[in-house]
């Protein structure tokens, strides 16, 4: 049981490049958020999905898409990279309602917009 | 401000000592999260507690919450080294039953050998 699986663990671009982050689930969780993590500070949402299909917009989703097509995967895209989006990067999943609501996490994704 | 503030922001204990860090939260929350990270990983759960509890334990740990004054505690007692890491709380919103979860900037312990 692999849990919660990102991928990259590092990535290094270019100011204006894309790219997607990967996050992949085999929990059969039906809620999946993204957050970033930037020195000294908390985690903050980015985008989250309640299932397949379903996504909406958390504190900070400027600069960032997601799509939700299957229950597993939850990508998260930047459309183009700036200095500013330089972090790292959770993905987690849990259950939805009427479930136990514990947050898993991946092990993030260390991003540097040069 | 952000929801779920921990207090304080640095916390330097020596081994065996006891820990104790808090969480204050501005809105109606369906339960209250504490998070473990240690440096350069992800987050580990630690503990669940819902807006109906007030105290629970988990081992060397123990969570109270106070609806009333939106606050939390998390100890930990008989504190060892490898307990050195970053603590969040993190509170489930209300009106997601409690999936979406939003953090506070996290409390650094260091217990000291």
């Known amino acids: 049981n692999a849990g919660v699986t990102q991928t990259p663990k590092f990535q290094v671009l270019k100011t204006g490049q894309s790219m997607t982050l990967q996050c992949a689930q085999d929990?059969?969780?039906?809620?999946m958020s993204w957050y970033r993590q930037d020195p000294g500070m908390g985690l903050r949402l980015i985008h989250y999905?309640?299932?397949?299909?379903?996504?909406d917009q958390g504190e900070v989703p400027n600069g960032y898409n997601v799509s939700r097509s299957t229950t597993e995967d939850f990508p998260l895209r930047l459309l183009s990279a700036a200095p500013s989006q330089t972090s790292v990067y959770f993905c987690a999943s849990s259950y939805w309602t009427g479930r136990s609501t514990e947050a898993f996490f991946g092990q993030g994704t260390r991003l540097t917009v040069v | 401000s952000q929801q779920g503030e921990e207090d304080p922001q640095a916390l330097s204990i020596q081994e065996g000592e006891n820990a104790t860090m808090n969480c204050s939260y501005k809105t109606s929350i369906n339960n209250l999260q504490w998070y473990r990270q240690n440096s350069g990983r992800g987050l580990v759960h630690l503990i669940l507690i819902r807006s109906n509890e007030r105290e629970k334990h988990s081992g060397r740990l123990r969570v109270t919450l106070d609806t009333s004054k939106k606050s939390s505690s998390l100890l930990i007692t008989a504190s060892r080294a490898a307990d050195t890491a970053s603590y969040f709380c993190a509170t489930g919103s209300l009106e997601t039953s409690g999936s979406r979860l939003t953090f506070g900037e996290g409390t650094q312990l260091t217990v000291n050998p």
């Open positions: 999905s309640v299932g397949a299909g379903i996504t």
């Open positions: 929990m059969n969780h039906e809620y």
